[in-house]
């Protein structure tokens, strides 16, 4: 890397063009895109001897920073294009949390009917596109963490309702609790929910009172479910009485309350954030499963890990062989080797030409030998999920 000169004409960088914030894959280097290029981390990459050598570019030339602007603003085209598959449908639902959350910000009355429209869409592409919306639930951008979370508890809910084989009007309903779960956090100050430091014990009670606040709020809607008002209000007790706002224990807590307390956890532990790592969805995991049988019920624990996957859709793995796979879809009875879509070769440090799908619980070459961070491999796993399955 050390040898990149400004003039030299890159032929490859190694990763795809999702993964680098330039506009082509070939072109001359300046210095800036050397810079940049460094500051991806790659350890190598490709250059064609045959061509550069162009002086480099002038210094009133368009900054790199426009053909970033650019690239970006096609990917969002391209995503926004896409109407109707998993990605546009979270993103609607999304959008529909965000305006439901600003409207009670401003004392508005809120419209829970396009909430249940919300949840029945999701509950309609879960059911095609499982894996998709698993994995795509996962990613939050810097904007707004409450409503990007509290559309992945309403997805997790459903996922979770529908492995346990509850009726279908039953799943709809906790999707929309699930996504009216934090609905109390618009009558704390932001500053307060975004900030980075330790709370101080003032701030904490305040945070705390989003459950009481958010039930009084739904109790008095027209036409929403008490279940829904228990789960805003009770989302944050524990089986074992140490939860808040009221310490009830497992005796009070409706069967559809101690479920929402292991989805809260567990989405907030496993989201991968764009402004900073997540934990790995198996550190989640087994954090929760530490508090199986004490904060959350034990049987409810695993019945939801299985549902999940200990990796679950759109996990990195590192396999034995040298290769990075993204979990494609995990497999019930075989927690520990879901089907997976190779795609990076570790030896070579780049990814493969030809990526390709294993079901690992059917062969015994390959197996996944850890989870891995795929912030550090400038890989999207997300983007593999929707490619051709065996
Ligand atoms: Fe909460």
């Given at each position: 890397m050390s040898e990149l000169r400004p003039g030299m004409h890159l032929a490859d960088l190694g990763v795809s063009w999702t993964q680098h914030p330039f506009l082509y894959n070939r072109f001359d280097l300046d210095r800036e895109s050397i810079e940049k290029i460094r500051k991806l981390g790659l350890t190598r990459v490709w250059i064609d001897a045959g061509k550069g050598g162009a002086a480099p570019p002038p210094a009133d030339a368009p900054a790199e920073d426009e053909h970033i602007a650019v690239a970006e603003e096609k990917l969002v085209a391209a995503e926004e294009e896409a109407a109707g598959t998993p990605g546009e449908i979270t993103r609607e639902a999304r959008q529909v949390i965000r305006n439901l959350l600003e409207d009670a910000r401003a004392g508005k009355a809120i419209e829970v009917k396009n909430v249940e429209e919300a949840s029945s869409e999701l509950a309609a592409a879960l059911a095609s596109d499982r894996n998709a919306m698993l994995a795509l639930g996962r990613i939050r951008s810097r904007d707004g963490y409450t409503y990007q979370h509290s559309v992945n508890t309403g997805v997790l809910f459903m996922a979770f309702a529908r492995h346990l084989q509850l009726p279908e009007a039953k799943v709809h309903l906790l999707g929309t609790a699930g996504m009216l779960h934090?609905?109390?956090?618009?009558?704390?100050?932001d500053h307060i929910l975004t900030k980075p430091a330790k709370l101080t014990d003032e701030e904490y009670k305040r945070i705390q009172t989003h459950t009481v606040k958010g039930g009084e709020l739904l109790r008095h809607t027209d036409g929403v479910n008490p279940i829904i008002v228990k789960i805003a209000e009770q989302?944050?007790?524990r089986v074992d009485g140490t939860?808040?706002?009221?310490?009830?224990a497992r005796k009070n807590l409706d069967l559809e309350v101690q479920i929402s307390s292991i989805i809260d956890v567990y989405d907030a532990l496993t989201a991968i954030r764009a402004y900073h790592k997540g934990r790995p969805p198996t550190e989640g995991l087994a954090m929760i499963m530490k508090n199986a049988g004490k904060a959350f019920d034990n049987k409810l624990t695993q019945l939801f890990i299985r549902c999940i996957g200990?990796?679950?859709?759109?996990s990195l793995v590192r396999l034995t062989g040298d290769r990075l796979a993204v979990v494609v879809e995990p497999r019930e009875a075989h927690p520990h080797q879901p089907l997976v879509r190779v795609i990076y070769d570790l030896k070579r440090e780049r990814e493969l030409d030809r990526p390709y799908t294993v079901d690992?619980?059917?062969?015994?070459d390959q197996k996944v030998v850890r989870h891995e961070d795929p912030e550090n491999w400038f890989i999207?796993?997300?983007?593999?999920?929707a490619e051709p399955r065996v």
């Open positions: 934090d609905i109390g956090k618009v009558f704390v100050p989302h944050h007790e939860g808040y706002p009221c310490r009830l200990v990796y679950p859709p759109g690992l619980s059917a062969q015994t999207r796993p997300e983007h593999y999920l």
